[in-house]
């Protein structure tokens, strides 16, 4: 993907606005790369800051506006905004920070589920003692924070997996992607999770 540094590059300045916006989106869907890194550094900052305004996470934020500009790139031989290239943008970008916060209560949801159930991390539940109340807690908050870190795609496997109680089959018909994605992409989700919760084992 493109580098995190944000600058602001201009558009063709021989164009009106509109009209650069056309040529722009052309460009893209003929594969010019050049084209795309000027879209991509002409927004970017400014989408980082909109979205942040909604996910209050500054890494976040700059998480999801790549993975809008990574979609853009993947489909663009179809990508053709037909309300312009900025409302397309800031639309897309919108409604990622939305699905975001959904995230954020489906993962809740998760993780209580989670703490009960172990979710098959292959770590004991907590021993029970007088801090077993601080030990699931804790358990639950690491858990969280690092469901929360996973990149969307795989964040997404996990949350259809566990909470969706989807098989890998529906899974990647969800997301338009391969079943053995689905499978690498939970394998490393299910790698990261227990390294990070390593240090909670009893």
Same mark, same amino acid.
């Given at each position: 993907?493109?580098?995190?540094?944000? *600058?602001?590059?201009?558009?063709?300045?021989?164009?009106?606005?509109?009209?650069?916006?056309?040529?722009?989106?052309?460009?893209?869907?003929?594969?010019?790369?050049?084209?795309?890194?000027?879209?991509?550094?002409?927004?970017?900052?400014?989408? /980082?800051?909109?979205?942040?305004?909604?996910?209050?996470?500054?890494?976040?934020?700059?998480?999801? $506006? &790549?993975?809008?500009?990574?979609?853009?790139?993947?489909?663009?031989?179809?990508?053709?905004?037909?309300?312009?290239?900025? +409302?397309?943008?800031?639309?897309? /970008?919108?409604?990622?920070?939305?699905?975001?916060?959904?995230?954020?209560? $489906?993962?809740?949801?998760?993780?209580? @589920?989670?703490?009960?159930?172990?979710?098959?991390?292959?770590?004991?539940?907590?021993?029970?003692?007088?801090?077993?109340?601080? *030990?699931?807690?804790?358990?639950?908050?690491?858990?969280?924070?690092?469901?929360?870190?996973?990149?969307?795609?795989?964040?997404?496997?996990?949350?259809?997996?566990? *909470?969706?109680?989807?098989?890998?089959?529906?899974?990647?018909?969800?997301?338009?992607?391969?079943?053995?994605?689905?499978?690498?992409?939970?394998? @490393?989700?299910? +790698?990261?999770?227990?390294? &990070?919760?390593?240090?909670? @084992?009893?």
């Amino acid at each position: 993907m493109l580098s995190r540094t944000r *600058q602001v590059a201009t558009r063709p300045r021989s164009l009106a606005p509109d009209a650069a916006e056309r040529e722009w989106a052309a460009r893209v869907r003929l594969a010019d790369e050049s084209a795309f890194e000027s879209l991509f550094h002409t927004y970017y900052a400014r989408l /980082c800051d909109f979205v942040e305004s909604y996910v209050r996470s500054p890494d976040l934020a700059e998480e999801l $506006v &790549q993975a809008v500009f990574l979609r853009i790139w993947e489909h663009r031989a179809v990508w053709e905004p037909t309300t312009g290239v900025r +409302a397309y943008l800031f639309a897309a /970008c919108r409604n990622h920070a939305l699905g975001a916060l959904k995230h954020e209560r $489906v993962v809740a949801r998760v993780v209580r @589920r989670a703490t009960r159930e172990e979710i098959a991390l292959g770590i004991a539940a907590p021993r029970m003692g007088p801090d077993e109340e601080l *030990q699931a807690t804790e358990l639950a908050s690491v858990l969280s924070e690092a469901v929360h870190r996973l990149p969307e795609r795989r964040r997404s496997v996990v949350i259809l997996r566990w *909470q969706q109680q989807m098989s890998y089959a529906e899974i990647a018909r969800v997301l338009g992607i391969s079943v053995k994605t689905v499978e690498a992409q939970m394998g @490393r989700a299910l +790698a990261f999770l227990r390294q &990070q919760l390593a240090h909670l @084992r009893p």
